[in-house]
């Protein structure tokens, strides 16, 4: 066949006469010659992809796409954590696993989101069933109407029912994807116990533990050091509240000597490497927390369930929260200088680890301080807060990015932001109470 002067043979014949630079003149010659020619093989996708981008912009696509197939292999192994207290894990001492509600003492039911209640194994007014088992008789007619109620489900023979001791709290809002957990009767128990946990998940149970201070390894996992440099910042919130308006009677009130040193053990530098070291410091300031629930549970100290402590506590973290919304918004530093690209990840795994706190933190307040809450008619905002908590929570893109906010790629830093500015918006309605 002849194009443009030139014979080239097909149907696999290797013998072809490549053309004079002059014969191919004009677009359309240059087109057909192309189209004509048989090229070799291709090999791979990628082969492919790599001949079509015959310029800077595809080469960027081209990266892009690789990007995208590698992160959505890699994302689970890339994950920087998927730590979340599950039930039963902060009742020290209580059943593991998932129980029903206890309605509170003036007969509210449990929440209702979207139409999911959470299942109910005990009668209203949360008597247990002595001896484990369900007796035949039907619960007490519910709202005060006569002629309602509730059947209670049987146990299947030789196997109890699910009980739970009287002021412990069970619930899942199945709607929002928040599973409320199990506290102990004994208030603030399972509070501390929380922190604790926490704490400890960093310090031991990390991969390599605590990263902030290490000399080497430290320097290449900037990520996990800015999350657990948030985490530890939320911790301190959380001990000073503890310390001044949650363990206290009132202003007179003493200060508890182990809350006062665990709050200065969690005020050292996080990157001490020793005299003392981080690690060190932050490991026994969780001994103190442990000794002082070992006082709630003697009775020497007491947990306060009262109104005006939770709205002290919901308070300072709103505060936090104020800090940490900055961050994720700025452009540019107070002199001058622009938000660099190695920054924006610092920044948004700083605000991951005080939003992973808060989350678990306030799952407890929501169990705990349930009748307050139904006191200022806040459950509903309450349940919201949880809600974008929960969203947080669960961002966990490969690789941070910081477009434009109409760009093409994603702004990791203000989509985390939008639900850390809810909660704060739901903090600071609820602070007014």
């Known amino acids: 066949m002849t194009i443009g002067g030139c014979t080239v043979f097909r149907h696999g014949n290797p ?26 093989p291709a090999g791979t996708l990628v082969a492919e992809l790599l001949r079509a981008s015959k310029s800077i912009r595809g080469g960027f696509f081209l990266a892009c796409v690789l990007a995208v197939m590698l992160g959505t292999a890699a994302g689970s192994c890339w994950a920087l954590q998927r730590h ?38 005990v009668p209203r007014g ?27 489900p049987t146990a299947p023979p030789g196997e109890a029912l699910p009980l739970e001791a009287p002021g412990i709290h069970v619930g899942e809002h199945e709607a929002h994807g928040v599973v409320l957990p199990q506290i102990s009767d004994i208030p603030g128990v399972t509070f501390v116990e929380t922190m604790i946990q926490l704490m400890r998940y960093e310090l031991d149970e990390r991969f390599l533990g605590w990263r902030p201070n290490d000399l080497i390894l430290g320097r290449f996992t900037d990520n996990v050091n800015n999350y657990q440099l948030g985490v530890l910042e939320a911790m301190r919130f959380t001990t000073l509240r503890l310390k001044d308006s949650l363990t206290r009677m009132g202003e007179a009130d003493s200060y508890d000597k182990d809350l006062e040193s665990a709050l200065n053990l969690f005020m050292n530098k996080a990157t001490l490497f020793w005299f003392p070291s981080a690690e060190s410091s932050y490991s026994e300031a969780v001994k103190h927390l442990e000794n002082f629930q070992a006082k709630l549970q003697n009775g020497q100290r007491f947990f306060y369930y009262r109104v005006d402590n939770l709205l002290s506590l919901i308070r300072t973290y709103n505060d936090l929260l104020g800090n940490v919304n900055k961050t994720l918004i700025i452009g540019t530093h107070a002199d001058g200088s622009k938000v660099s690209f190695f920054e924006v990840d610092d920044y948004f795994y700083y605000a991951k680890g005080v939003a992973h706190v808060l989350y678990e933190i306030m799952k407890v307040v929501r169990v705990g301080y349930k009748d307050q809450l139904i006191t200022l008619d806040a459950v509903d905002i309450m349940d919201e807060i949880l809600h974008e908590l929960h969203r947080a929570e ?27 500015s809810e909660v704060a918006h739901l903090f600071g309605i609820l602070s007014r109470f």
């Open 15 to 40: 013998k072809m006469r490549v053309p004079p630079t002059g014969m191919i003149a004009d677009r359309r010659e240059r087109k057909e010659w192309g189209m004509g020619v048989r090229r070799a």
């Open 84 to 121: 979340s207290l599950q039930p039963g894990q902060t009742a020290q001492g209580s059943s593991s696993g998932q129980g029903p509600s206890v309605p509170s003492d003036h007969g509210a039911a449990a929440p209702v989101h979207d139409g999911v209640r959470p299942q109910s194994a």
């Open 126 to 152: 949360g008597v247990p069933i002595e001896g484990g088992r369900e007796p035949s008789a039907t619960a007490p007619p519910t709202h005060g109407m006569p002629g309602e109620t509730e059947s209670i």
């Open 394 to 420: 669960e961002m966990d893109p490969w690789i941070i990015l910081d477009g434009d906010l109409d760009g093409f790629l994603a702004n990791h830093r203000a989509n985390l932001n939008a639900p850390l």
